[in-house]
């Protein structure tokens, strides 16, 4: 059975620490991971992996994939409160409907 | 419009009612995605349009869902019937294939009485 597993589930960190969230999944036809940020009720992109150690960054956030070891993380640098959300890992197969396949997410919360 | 839009932002019903949820996708976006977060669970696929057809209707709950997708563009989500199981986020996504970055809209938080 496909899945895909995030940790920790909860995090609580205080401004200008770094973090760092683990995404590991178990899918068949793997197509791509994809990592979101949810602060209410809309998921936001933040990076799309398809290709293994080729680091993804955008400011204080970066990601990268591993299709060896089947996993990717999530950094984020000197983190704000403005970071503060629940952040979704998510799997897209190459068959069927392509649809993400989610991870139940990690709650970060950053605390000034 | 820029991005995705859903309505109602929230809709309140009593049991056993049916409700109506709308997605407007990104302009040219050919895919269509309707996902459900219940609370305390994470996202989960419901059924995926490609322009109108829907070729993968796998992820509906229960024959008293349906969507239907006119014009290439917005959809409609349906619920018959509702039931306190159905309360949940309701969010849609866009892409512009299949396979392709799915953007979301605010979703409509459903609550069932």
């Known amino acids: 059975e496909d899945k895909v597993v995030q940790s920790p589930l909860s995090l609580v960190v205080h401004e200008g620490d770094t973090v760092t969230l683990n995404c590991s999944y178990e899918v068949t036809n793997f197509r791509s991971l994809l990592w979101y940020k949810q602060e209410k009720k809309a998921p936001t992109f933040l990076f799309m992996l398809t290709s293994s150690g080729i680091e993804k960054k955008s400011g204080r956030l970066s990601s990268i994939l591993d299709k060896k070891e089947l996993f990717s993380i999530l950094n984020i640098t000197a983190t704000q409160t403005g970071d503060s959300a629940i952040y979704l890992c998510a799997v897209v197969r190459q068959t069927g409907a392509n649809n993400l396949f989610f991870g139940t997410g990690t709650r970060l919360t950053v605390i000034p | 419009g820029a991005g995705v839009s859903q309505s109602p932002s929230n809709k309140v019903t009593e049991k056993g009612k049916d409700v109506e949820l709308r997605c407007d996708p990104i302009s040219g976006h050919t895919a269509l995605y309707w996902y459900r977060q219940s609370l305390g669970q994470g996202l989960e696929f419901l059924i995926y349009f490609q322009g109108n057809s829907a070729p993968d209707k796998s992820g509906l709950p229960s024959d008293r869902f349906s969507a239907e997708r006119t014009g290439g563009s917005v959809s409609t989500l349906t619920i018959q019937r509702t039931q306190q199981e159905d309360s949940a986020v309701y969010l849609c996504?866009?892409?512009?294939?299949?396979?392709?970055?799915?953007?979301f809209g605010p979703g409509t938080r459903l609550t069932v009485l």
């Open positions: 996504a866009s892409s512009s294939g299949r396979g392709d970055t799915q953007y």
